[in-house]
């Protein structure tokens, strides 16, 4: 029997990265590739902070970047790296759900409904640092002892590395089971509380030091902070209306997700009489602790988008909640029927929310078994891919290929360009670096210090194309007007890419770079030999 556990892990671990990865037949949405290019940046020798501006994402690019580093600079890297990561994600929830219920078939419940609501792909770190965090936290109930606390305070500091709000997040549900774990003087509490923020501080001190040698502590969190607020103004929390609702599965289950870290912390408190009350609130209070931190933060509009990103806390609570029903000794009959209409309505908000049946029909899974060997290989094919047509993010990359065609003709690897308005994904497709310090100059990070940042690299680097989307001209000039002016000094019009009638994306070429002849198809200025 002590194999199944571990067999249930392996299974949702296989089960969750072949659906991911099958289900890229369209490629990653356009935000993800942030991430994407900061790790193709990363890989050609700049660094977040040391040479471009980083919000407080450094183990994002950092992955993407060592994933390249394995793989290749193509999309199956990432596919592999975001697939693997839901993988894990599923294993340690299944292992974390067994902790709290002792319960295989809870656990595989769990993961399949984690599984199912499909969160996007950048939003990988908010499953398996979670998942692996609250199983850190059971391992340390069960037998809290130093090594187990350190563990858990490394959790906590990848979590950080991944975004900082994870790493306060996690790090508050931490304190919380250190100091319900033990049956001892608050003091004592206190003082594990103590190491382990020691072991925290002294796994996240080097890259503080780092952060501090290259641009400063105060104008990084200075960045985190404008980062967080603009994210909040332009996607607020929202409380929608259930009834009436053109989508009232995906609506109630915003309500549902605080639902359940309610009912858990109000079943604790009925139950605090118990002599294992204590025991079983260091399992539970901190994981309510947490689902209610994420929802209150991930919980934004659009919500078919958000609302998986706080999946995790939510499938740990429902299942001990669940596991609880059952095993009542009082008011059974009323409690089993009750929990299984609640999981009823859930799995049918999860559904919704994630497009379920959608994504397994886009990953291939609906039809005959003997045909998805085939699509993985054909998967893996469009992945390593350039310039697949469906693989691209957007209708930019797909009018811009020729332009990126153009590129690798006429340009050396080295030469970078400079883009206006969020399209992170042209120099990933270009296979050329940022310009400037900042992957786009959209609405982030205008500050004097930051544009002094972007303009010195700027009069550095060989830059011989700007791409800005007509529609973002007008902040780029307002909110970077250091940087617009010396655009505006030393680029010209190239030419004009259409994307419909009211966006035209406008290339400029730098007028102060030499060309050493023209290319014969466009007849544009080429800045090395043609190959």
């Not at 020691?198 to 400063?216: H, K, N, R, T």
């Amino acid at each position: 029997m002590r194999k199944w556990p571990a067999a249930s892990c392996l299974a949702l671990f296989a089960l969750a990265a072949a659906f991911r990865f099958l289900a890229l037949k369209n490629g990653f949405v356009n935000d993800h590739f942030v991430y994407i290019s900061g790790g193709r940046q990363m890989l050609l020798g700049e660094w977040p902070t040391r040479d471009w501006i980083d919000p407080g994402l450094p183990l994002m690019f950092g992955a993407s970047a060592l994933a390249q580093r394995i793989l290749g600079s193509t999309l199956f890297a990432e596919a592999m790296l975001v697939s693997i990561a839901f993988g894990l994600a599923a294993a340690f929830t299944v292992a974390a759900v067994r902790q709290l219920t002792g319960s295989t078939t809870l656990a595989i419940l769990a993961a399949l409904f984690e599984i199912a609501v499909f969160p996007r792909t950048y939003s990988y770190p908010k499953i398996v640092a979670y998942a692996f965090a609250f199983w850190l936290y059971g391992r340390y109930v069960a037998r809290p002892d130093r090594s187990r606390l350190c563990a858990m305070a490394a959790g906590v500091a990848i979590a950080f590395m991944f975004r900082h709000d994870h790493g306060l997040f996690l790090g508050a549900g931490a304190v919380l089971t250190i100091l319900l774990a033990r049956e001892a003087a608050w003091k004592t509490s206190l003082r594990e509380v103590a190491i382990f923020s020691a072991c925290l501080v002294a796994l996240v001190l080097p890259y503080l030091i780092y952060v501090q040698a290259y641009g400063g502590l105060w104008l990084y969190f200075r960045n985190g902070v404008e980062f967080s607020q603009r994210e909040a103004l332009r996607q607020w929390h929202v409380w929608p209306r259930v009834v009436g609702d053109e989508r009232p599965l995906e609506s109630a289950f915003v309500y549902e997700l605080y639902l359940l870290p309610i009912i858990a912390v109000g079943m604790l408190l009925a139950a605090r009489a118990r002599a294992n009350w204590r025991a079983v609130a260091a399992r539970i209070a901190p994981v309510a602790l947490v689902a209610l931190l994420v929802d209150f933060s991930f919980i934004r509009d659009p919500l078919n988008t958000r609302l998986p990103d706080a999946i995790v806390p939510a499938v740990l609570l429902g299942a001990w909640l669940l596991w609880r029903a059952f095993s009542a000794s009082r008011r059974r009959a009323l409690a089993v029927p009750v929990a299984v209409v609640l999981t009823t309505v859930m799995g049918a908000s999860v559904l919704a929310v994630g497009l379920t049946f959608e994504e397994l029909d886009r990953a291939g899974l609906f039809g005959h078994a003997r045909e998805i060997p085939h699509r993985f290989v054909e998967r893996t094919s469009d992945l390593r891919s350039r310039f697949v047509d469906y693989q691209l993010p957007t209708p930019a990359a797909r009018r811009l290929v020729p332009f990126f065609q153009y590129v690798d003709r006429c340009t050396s690897p080295q030469d970078r360009l400079l883009v206006g308005g969020f399209l992170v994904e042209v120099p990933f497709y270009a296979q050329r670096l940022f310009a400037g310090g900042q992957e786009y100059f959209g609405a982030y990070f205008g500050s004097a210090a930051n544009e002094q940042f972007a303009f010195d690299r700027l009069e550095r680097q060989t830059v011989p194309f700007a791409i800005i989307p007509s529609d973002d001209l007008a902040e780029f000039d307002s909110r970077f007007p250091l940087v617009a002016a010396y655009v505006h000094a030393h680029y010209s019009p190239l030419t004009e890419v259409p994307l419909n009638d009211e966006q035209t994306i406008h290339i400029l070429v730098n007028r102060d770079t030499p060309a050493t002849s023209r290319d014969p198809e466009t007849g544009w200025p080429c800045f090395q030999p043609v190959s």
